[in-house]
């Protein structure tokens, strides 16, 4: 059977992720980067 790897990427305004599956099944690497680690809750706030 040949093994088949796929790369999963997502992204949003804040945040990337990033996947590789063997076989469409079987994680072998994931990887989540968030901007908020490094600007911080920078959204709108109500008083």
Do not use: F, H, P, Y
Not at 13 to 40: F, H, P, W, Y
Request: net charge positive; charged share 25%; hydrophobic share 40%.
């Amino acid at each position: 059977m040949k093994m088949m790897r796929v790369l999963a990427i997502e992204t949003s305004c804040d945040d990337t992720g990033a996947a590789v599956l063997l076989n469409g099944r079987e994680i072998l690497s994931n990887v989540v980067s968030s901007q908020m680690v490094k600007k911080g809750d920078v959204g709108s706030k109500t008083t």
